[in-house]
């Protein structure tokens, strides 16, 4: 019996991650990180074998300002 993905907890976030683990990383709706997406205030997703995920290393370097992407007033606030 394998356990649902959902009660999977992990000292650290997986290296891509979709939208339900992003959101639950940064703490916010994963309709929050749709809409930063569709703002473009999020790097792209990468896509391969047909799954698109954010690559966690870019995310951190946006939270912490050093990524090019717009930073929004939603990443001004985490960053405090």
Do not use: C, H
């Not at 992990?10 to 997406?37: F, G, K």
């Not at 391969?48 to 939603?74: H, M, P, Q, Y």
């Amino acid at each position: 019996m394998s356990m649902a993905k959902s009660k999977i907890t992990r000292p650290y976030p997986p290296e891509y991650v979709d939208v339900a683990s992003l959101a639950y990383q940064l703490s916010v709706s994963p309709s929050t990180i749709e809409n930063l997406e569709r703002d473009g205030r999020l790097p792209p997703r990468r896509n391969f074998f047909g799954i698109r995920r954010w690559k966690w290393a870019e995310i951190e370097k946006l939270i912490d300002g050093s990524e090019a992407v717009e930073r929004s007033k939603f990443v001004e606030r985490i960053s405090v």
